[in-house]
């Protein structure tokens, strides 16, 4: 740990002075800890990162800039699950199978943030959005690799095991531990669930200091989901995967209430294509929607915001009609090991840096505590998909927004992206399942439901039925538990009911 004085010299020689300006009003205990969170900061960096992020709020990012050079993703570097027949398709699935068996494959959650915006003070992943079976975000996720790896097994004869690497942060770490331990892992080895944290950096005034959010606590943030690649390296986690013999990892984020852990068909497009970079996404829902396209700028792939489009470029449609700028990002994500390693070592620090205006608490000069309701704070983050620029063999994925994406980001009220929302494409999911397996629904007081085949992400479905990860990873095995089944709604289909049915056969 750095002394006080070597503290001191950094903060004055990064014009971050006022740091120390309530010292003396420490106790012995806080003047400690404030040493020690002090002496875990790149005081070096931290001239640069202020200044940076100073300059980085009065720039303009209304942005044509990007716009003027952009072209969307060639068609032999797309593969579609809408587009693709059932030979590609299958094709695809069966190496992914071959990968995940031989032990290749992992899955790498980004769940630094908490639920703030849903109203609750703990991580995202543990909320539940009200299904029948109260499972949160967190079990899902984890019986979907318990399924994978047993499909992956009884295809090939093997004992595999697709490891779980969770990157949290200083806000979520402790409360994910504790919730995974009580929780018993939801059946997954703990030693195949790595959780690690990603650093935090200090949040800035709009002139460039440090924010204080009490007196001998500076206010700090996430560095973003684009933090992960010097995560990897400050804990080690790319010598835990090459340990494992992991080659192939399946990035996501945390709030995707029907993400497809280690997708075989997604990891077996891009082995097959030789990718080092891939990222699933779906097809825009019109054009002016506020998520950001994967394209090529000046020859290079990346993400451009919606906001970097001008009107005339995202409303056009190529001779069939279609949007050119369509494929909206997600946050699904492949990545060979070997690319990830390339990128920690040698590109995480040319990192494009984002700007997040927020409202920052903190201590005024007379030490009083301020909750200002204006922005008055930045907050420095770079995105996890800022690395498609250094893929060699870059390819993206269409898939089925309505079976593959339903982000939960806001408290119920919101328009879009709820707990109700979410809730409602995973349902209307599972009512899909349920039909094309020849199932048909009563309702509570035994009356037949007609069925509706078509029901969209964002409407309840007819009747309500569960399928546990445990029973179908997505869709696949229901024909002998619920062809020809009249069920009767709510219906929850979990690993006890299924053999219940098994056994009535």
Not at 135 to 157: D, F, M, P, S, V
Not at 231 to 258: P, S, T
Not at 290 to 302: E, N, T
Request: aromatic content about 10%; overall charge negative.
């Amino acid at each position: 740990m750095l002394s006080f004085e070597e503290i001191k010299s950094s903060l004055e020689h990064a014009g971050q002075s006022h740091v120390l300006q309530f010292w003396s009003e420490l106790s012995g205990d806080d003047k400690n800890t404030f040493l020690v969170e002090l002496s875990q900061l790149d005081l070096n960096e931290l001239r640069e990162h202020c200044e940076r992020a100073a300059e980085s709020a009065k720039a303009d990012h209304s942005a044509t800039a990007a716009d003027q050079q952009i072209e969307p993703v060639s068609s032999e570097f797309i593969g579609s699950i809408r587009k693709s027949d059932h030979t590609a398709l299958t094709g695809w699935e069966n190496e992914g199978f071959l990968q995940i068996s031989q032990n290749r494959v992992a899955v790498l959650l980004l769940a630094g943030g908490q639920g703030t915006r849903l109203g609750v003070s703990y991580p995202k992943g543990m909320y539940n959005v009200g299904l029948p079976s109260s499972k949160t975000l967190y079990q899902i996720q984890a019986e979907r690799i318990c399924k994978i790896q047993e499909l992956a097994n009884a295809k090939h004869g093997s004992k595999c095991t697709v490891p779980w690497y969770i990157m949290t942060s200083e806000f979520t770490l402790d409360p994910t531990k504790k919730f995974f331990q009580e929780k018993k892992y939801f059946g997954l080895d703990p030693s195949d669930v790595v959780m690690f944290e990603q650093r935090m950096i200090p949040a800035v005034t709009f002139d460039g200091k440090v924010i204080l959010q009490d007196k001998g606590k500076i206010a700090m943030a996430p560095d973003g989901n684009g933090g992960l690649y010097r995560a990897l390296v400050d804990n080690k986690v790319l010598e835990n995967m090459e340990e494992r013999g992991v080659e192939y990892l399946h990035v996501y984020c945390v709030d995707n209430i029907l993400v497809k852990m280690a997708d075989p068909i997604f990891i077996g497009f891009c082995v097959s294509k030789g990718a080092d970079c891939g990222a699933k996404v779906v097809e825009k829902a019109y054009p002016a929607e506020p998520v950001g396209v994967v394209c090529k700028v000046k020859g290079v792939y990346q993400v451009v915001e919606y906001s970097e489009l001008r009107p005339e470029t995202a409303e056009q449609r190529d001779p069939g009609g279609e949007l050119v700028y369509s494929a909206g990002n997600i946050c699904n994500h492949f990545f060979t090991r070997p690319f990830l390693n390339e990128v920690a070592q040698k590109f995480q620090g040319q990192l494009k840096q984002h700007v997040a205006l927020k409202k920052v608490p903190f201590v005024d000069r007379e030490g009083n505590l301020v909750k200002p309701t204006q922005p008055n704070g930045i907050k420095m983050e770079k995105f996890v998909f800022d690395v498609f620029q250094f893929s060699r063999k870059f390819v993206a994925f269409e898939v089925l927004r309505e079976e593959e994406f339903s982000p939960l980001k806001n408290a119920d009220g919101a328009p879009l992206d709820t707990p109700t929302t979410a809730r409602q494409s995973l349902l209307a999911q599972h009512y899909r399942w349920a039909m094309a397996a020849g199932a048909s629904f009563l309702d509570a007081q035994g009356k037949s439901l007609p069925p509706r085949p078509r029901v969209t992400r964002d409407e309840d479905p007819p009747a309500v039925c569960e399928i546990s990860p445990l029973v179908s990873f997505f869709g696949e095995g229901l024909e002998q538990l619920l062809g020809q089944k009249v069920l009767t709604t709510p219906f929850l289909l979990d690993e006890n009911r299924a053999k219940e049915l098994l056994q009535a056969q």
